[in-house]
C-alpha cells in the first residue's frame, strides 16, 4: 500500500494560521476575509469546452457582450485599486480567455503597479487556455505577471479536440506552456478538470507527462479539478465526477505520495508531492471537500458586477455608479457593504438542499474561473 492510502482517513494538510497583523477588517458573516480577487476581462473565448462553453449554448450566434459593456482597462484599474485597502492581496486576470482581450499586456502593467497595505506588491496572476500564450508569454512577464495557469484536460489529440470543440492541437498548448518557462514564470500551473467517460482514462498520461516534465525542465504543477456544477449551460451529472480521492488513489498506485501543507490560508488545492522528488501535484475537490469555510474570493465580471461566490446567481454592479462619476469612497462603500452580506457556501450546501442545487447560476465564461 502507498503513502498516501494513510491519510484518506480523515488526515488533511494543516492550513497555517493567519499572521495577527495581516487581518483584515473587512469579513462577512461567516468572518471569511477578503483577500483575492478574479477579474473577467472577456466573456469571448476561442474555444468551446464542453464544461464551461458548450457549442450548443454558444454557439456562432451566440450575443457576446458589445464592446461598450465591457470594463475598459483603466475602468478595470480602478476598482482593482478600490479592493486592496480592503484586504485583496492577489488578482487574477480570467474570462473568457483573457489573451483574447487586445492589449492584455498594459492591465498587466497597470495592476502590477498596485501594493497592499502592507506595502508589499500584489500578486497577479492569470488563467488562459495557452492557445495564444507562446506568442505572448514573454510580453506578460515583462509587463510584471506573476504567475500563470494554464488549462489542459487531455494530452491525445482526439480526447482533447472532443472537450474543446475545436480544431487547435494539443501541441499548441503545449508550445505555450514552454514559451512561459522560457519566460520565466516559476511554478506554472496546469489544471485538468476531470470527467468520468470523457477523460478519465487520461489521469496518469498527464501525470506522467508533467513528473517526466519536472525532471527535465522542472517547475510544473499538475492540479486534477473535480468536474463542478458551473453556470447551467454543461449538463452537469454527480455521475461523471472523479472524486479527487479517486484520482489520488490511481496516482498512489503508481508513485508514493505526500502531503504537503497549504502555502497560505485559503488555497483551494490540496497539495501533494511524490515521494521520489518527481514534482507536485494538487486536487481542487469543490464537490467532494468543499472549502467554502476558507474561500477568500470576489469576482468582478466583464461588465463590472461583483459576484462573492462562483455559483452566484445575482451581482452587485459597480459599473453604473463608476460611470455615473461615484467617488472612490462611494464605490468602496459599495464592494465593503456587498462584502459584509456575503454568506455564500453553495458547495457545503449542494447535497443539502436540492432547490440550491438547482437554482440558476451564472456562466463561468461571464463570471471567471
Known amino acids: 500500500m502507498s503513502e498516501v492510502s494513510a491519510n484518506f482517513s480523515g488526515t488533511t494538510?494543516?492550513?497555517p494560521e493567519m499572521p495577527r497583523d495581516a487581518t483584515p477588517s473587512l469579513t462577512d458573516t461567516l468572518l471569511r476575509p477578503l483577500r483575492d480577487l478574479r477579474i473577467s476581462v472577456t466573456d469571448r473565448c476561442n474555444l468551446r469546452c464542453t464544461y464551461c462553453m458548450p457549442r450548443a449554448a454558444f454557439g456562432n450566434n451566440h450575443a457576446f457582450l458589445p464592446r461598450?459593456?465591457?470594463?475598459s482597462f483603466e475602468e478595470i484599474g480602478r476598482l482593482a485599486g478600490l479592493f486592496i485597502p480592503l484586504g485583496v492581496q492577489k488578482i487574477r486576470l480570467t474570462g473568457g480567455e483573457p489573451l483574447l482581450r487586445r492589449g492584455i499586456e498594459r492591465l498587466v502593467e497597470m495592476l502590477a503597479g498596485l501594493r497592499t497595505t502592507q506595502g508589499q506588491p500584489v500578486e497577479i496572476a492569470m488563467t488562459t487556455n495557452g492557445v495564444l500564450l507562446a506568442g505572448k508569454a514573454q510580453a506578460l512577464k515583462d509587463a510584471?505577471?506573476?504567475?500563470?495557469?494554464?488549462?489542459?484536460?487531455?494530452?491525445?489529440?482526439?480526447?482533447f479536440h472532443r472537450i474543446i470543440g475545436a480544431d487547435v492541437p494539443v501541441q499548441t498548448v503545449l508550445?505555450?506552456?514552454?514559451?512561459?518557462?522560457?519566460?520565466?514564470?516559476?511554478?506554472?500551473?496546469?489544471?485538468?478538470?476531470?470527467?468520468?467517460?470523457?477523460?478519465?482514462?487520461e489521469i496518469m498520461p498527464m501525470a506522467e507527462h508533467f513528473r517526466a516534465e519536472h525532471f527535465h525542465?522542472?517547475?510544473?504543477?499538475?492540479?486534477?479539478?473535480?468536474?463542478?456544477?458551473?453556470?447551467?449551460?454543461?449538463?452537469?451529472?454527480?455521475?461523471?465526477?472523479v472524486t479527487a480521492r479517486q484520482i489520488l488513489e490511481q496516482i498512489a498506485n503508481h508513485h508514493p505520495i505526500r502531503p504537503v501543507d497549504p502555502a497560505y490560508p485559503g488555497e483551494v488545492a490540496e497539495r501533494w508531492r511524490y515521494a521520489?522528488?518527481?514534482?507536485?501535484?494538487?486536487v481542487i475537490a469543490a464537490i467532494t471537500r468543499?472549502?467554502?469555510?476558507?474561500?477568500?474570493?470576489a469576482r468582478l465580471s466583464t461588465d463590472g458586477k461583483l459576484y462573492t461566490c462562483l455559483f452566484a446567481t445575482r451581482g452587485a454592479d459597480l459599473r453604473t455608479p463608476l460611470r455615473q462619476g461615484a467617488p472612490d469612497h462611494a464605490l468602496t462603500g459599495l464592494i465593503a457593504s456587498h462584502w459584509r452580506q456575503r454568506g455564500d457556501r453553495y458547495s457545503q450546501l449542494r447535497?443539502?438542499?436540492?432547490?440550491?442545487?438547482?437554482?440558476?447560476?451564472?456562466?463561468m465564461s461571464y463570471i471567471g474561473g
Not at 149 to 159: F, G, I, P, Y
Not at 175 to 189: L, N, T, V, Y
Request: charged share 20%; hydrophobic share 40%.
Open 13 to 15: 494538510p494543516t492550513v
Open 175 to 201: 508550445e505555450g506552456i514552454a514559451a512561459a518557462q522560457r519566460a520565466g514564470f516559476a511554478p506554472i500551473k496546469v489544471n485538468m478538470v476531470v470527467q468520468r467517460g470523457v477523460n478519465d482514462h
Open 217 to 241: 525542465n522542472g517547475g510544473i504543477v499538475l492540479r486534477f479539478i473535480e468536474y463542478m456544477d458551473v453556470g447551467s449551460s454543461n449538463g452537469w451529472r454527480i455521475d461523471e465526477v
Open 144 to 159: 510584471g505577471l506573476s504567475r500563470i495557469t494554464v488549462s489542459l484536460d487531455s494530452l491525445t489529440e482526439a480526447t
Open 68 to 71: 461598450a459593456e465591457l470594463l
Open 290 to 297: 468543499a472549502f467554502c469555510h476558507t474561500c477568500s474570493r
Open 276 to 282: 521520489d522528488g518527481g514534482g507536485e501535484i494538487g
Open 351 to 363: 447535497h443539502a438542499a436540492a432547490e440550491t442545487a438547482s437554482a440558476p447560476k451564472i456562466e
